[in-house]
């Protein structure tokens, strides 16, 4: 009896945190569902727009694997970038809506941040809060070269750098617009530094740019989360200080504002793609705060531009709802099916958070499981790292490299220009090809994202369906023989506890 109950109880508690993840994972979705809403990332059906074809913009599909690099000001009081300073989110992003009645008292009680887990953590900030920290922003320590060189050693093919978030904090000295290292830090350029560390270690560089920015746009937008307008009746706009507006700007202010807004970030991606050289791609996020339609958007940055400033360069979709290849974003969106086109994931090695926030890591186990999903799915692996406010990654971050490298270094033929399958041939887990080579990733199951797997793992069985002939199987990178069985043009590879580690395998079939 005793046994049944301890069996019920443990069934309902497995139960209940199977739950509680798909709903974390639901809710996770929704947030980023609801923030590409309210920065404008859509996508134009109707452009007659076609993926760049200059030779120069070829390496982006066979990359494989890249760094995403969040930082700036918010590294100062360990926030994530931008969102912090958002009122609102707590009711905008739950899964379990507030009704309009409570919605109503937290804006007659001016209390925007009400239920938020900021209030227990005492992170909860205003705009003009959060823009103040870039007083204090002094990353003294910060050498973009050690980035580059750990990114590199992972094996990772290009680094992308946040410019600029939504925060409107720009990292290099720009002439255009007030908040940027022109202002602060005695013109210090991390962009310089940070384009002059890929070069020398050779890896593409990868620019990040914000289409919105809050500081530029702070009297002409609220601060309390655009999904709460959506949502309820009777949302005022809120300023920089989380107070209700009474003025109201007239239709001439806010057309002279958009023309402001235009020419600004016309001058700051101008300085971007003009002044470093040849820059590989660059990664926008979000449209400009400028209307549909609007006329001021003839006098903003055009895809034509761009071309015409760096010929070569690849461009993500997400300023002007076209691009060159497919961005997807989150564990939630690791694909699932081969991508048509070129495609990339970008995720983040925190859990959760892309700036430095203290939050906890995920496994090395885990986010090598996403690149090898990823890379026999066509799509690349952008793997983010938020530096702290010294302007270095963390120990545990480097840890995470430094075992990721390891296993680039014996696994690198299997990610970096390998192709997904054949449609004729089929695996029982991701693969790639190259040549007469078929790479079969056998990786752990991970029992969560912040806990790696335990050795011994238990032996695998894969198998791989083939028209050609079988010269070897082995282990990539030891040259290890794997037995295995060739039946009907099926190949069962009996994989052993003792040739299993940790952090994955890969399964090296040569055909003749």
């Known amino acids: 009896m005793k046994k049944r109950i301890l069996l019920s109880v443990l069934s309902m508690l ?59 000001i918010s590294s100062v009081k360990e926030l994530d970038l931008s969102w912090p300073m958002m009122a609102g989110t707590q009711i905008g992003w739950s899964s379990n809506k507030p009704s309009q009645d409570s919605v109503d008292r937290f804006i007659a009680a001016g209390d925007f ?29 910060c050498n973009p070269d050690e980035w580059v060189k ?33 202002n602060y830090l005695g013109g210090r350029d ?31 937008q609220s601060f309390l989360y655009y999904g709460v307008g959506r949502d ?25 504002h958009y023309e402001a807004v235009a020419a600004y970030i016309k001058g700051q991606v101008e300085e971007l793609l003009t002044n470093y050289g040849k820059i590989d791609m660059i990664w926008f996020d979000g449209s400009a705060d400028i209307p549909k339609g609007n006329e001021a958007w003839k006098h903003c940055i055009s895809m034509e531009r761009i071309h015409q400033l760096q010929p070569g360069i690849v461009v993500s979709p997400r300023f002007f709802g076209y691009g060159d290849y497919k961005t997807l974003e989150g564990d939630k969106s690791l694909p699932a099916v081969r991508q048509p086109g070129w495609a990339e994931l970008c995720a983040t090695i925190a859990e959760p958070g892309w700036g430095y926030t203290r ?26 790292f938020g530096p702290t406010k010294d302007g270095v990654f963390s120990g545990e971050m480097i840890s995470r490299l430094r075992e990721i490298a390891g296993w680039m270094q014996q696994n690198h033929a299997a990610v970096t220009g390998a192709q997904p399958l054949d449609e004729a041939e089929q695996a029982s887990v991701p693969a790639t ?80």
Request: proline share 6%; with cysteine; net charge positive.
């Open 14 to 72: 497995w139960y209940s945190a199977t739950l509680s993840a798909q709903q974390k994972e639901q809710q996770e979705d929704e947030k980023v569902k609801m923030e590409h809403a309210q920065i404008g990332i859509t996508e134009d059906l109707k452009t007659s727009y076609k993926r760049t074809a200059h030779p120069d913009a070829q390496w982006y599909p066979q990359a494989g694997f890249g760094m995403f690099i969040h930082w700036g």
């Open 113 to 141: 941040f009400a239920g938020h887990r900021c209030k227990l953590n005492g992170t909860c900030v205003t705009p003009n809060q959060y823009w103040e920290q870039a007083k204090d922003f002094n990353p003294g320590s």
């Open 150 to 182: 750990l990114a590199r050693d992972a094996g990772m093919q290009y680094v992308v750098l946040t410019t600029r978030h939504h925060d409107g904090f720009a990292l290099w000295p720009s002439k255009y617009g007030d908040f940027n290292t022109r």
């Open 190 to 220: 991390f962009v310089k530094e940070f384009v002059t560390a890929c070069r020398k270690y050779g890896l593409k560089i990868g620019l990040y740019y914000s289409g919105p920015d809050w500081h530029f746009n702070r009297a002409f």
């Open 232 to 256: 309820y009746q009777r949302v005022p706009s809120v300023d920089a200080d989380l107070k209700i507006r009474t003025a109201v700007a007239t239709a001439a202010e806010k057309q002279q």
């Open 359 to 384: 939050a906890p890591l995920k496994s090395t186990a885990y986010v090598l499981n996403q690149l090898a999903v990823c890379r026999s799915n066509n799509a690349n692996f952008l793997l983010n």
């Open 433 to 512: 090809a190259r040549g007469r080579h078929r790479y079969l990733f056998v990786m752990p199951p991970v029992p969560g994202k912040l806990k790696a797997p335990v050795l011994p793992l238990t032996p695998a069985t894969v198998t791989f369906k083939t028209t050609g002939s079988v010269k070897a199987v082995t282990i990539l990178g030891k040259n290890t023989p794997v037995p295995y069985t060739v039946s009907n043009g099926v190949i069962m590879i009996q994989v052993s506890a003792g040739l299993r580690s940790q952090n994955g395998d890969v399964i090296d079939v040569a055909l003749k």
